[in-house]
């Protein structure tokens, strides 16, 4: 039974630990050399998506843009208005800095930016 031997030590009971040199007894087979009846590795590499990409959560820019439906919703009205493009990027940073303190936009918010669309 060759190839049941444990497959965190590769059957040799014994796995170096980190700091190297000594070795410990295989935690997997409690040193036995076989290959656990309790599945401790499923086979990682089949699971898609399992991995982990640091790279993707790390430094999470600023949101150019709301993030809450009604804050969303007052910004493609503050941009299908006719206002000037500066006046436009102004209210839609004032939104967001609203989203970012109340976590959404009130209806006394929302009246308070549509009336300067007109
Ligand atoms: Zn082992």
Redesign the pocket.
């Known amino acids: 039974m060759e190839n049941e031997s444990?497959r965190?030590?590769g059957g040799d009971?014994r796995?170096s630990n980190s700091f190297g040199g000594s070795s410990k007894t295989?935690p997997?087979?409690h040193g036995n050399?076989r290959r656990s009846i309790e599945p401790l590795f499923r086979d990682v590499t089949k699971t898609k998506s399992s991995h982990h990409h640091p790279s993707t959560k790390a430094a999470a820019p600023k949101p150019d843009a709301p993030t809450t439906f009604e804050g969303i919703k007052l910004a493609n009205e503050v941009k299908a208005s006719g206002l000037s493009d500066s006046v436009k990027s102004k209210l839609v940073r004032e939104i967001m800095e609203y989203e970012g303190s109340h976590g959404r936009c009130t209806d006394t918010f929302s009246k308070k930016i549509r009336k300067q669309l007109r």
């Open positions: 444990c965190m030590c009971g796995v295989c997997s087979c050399g």
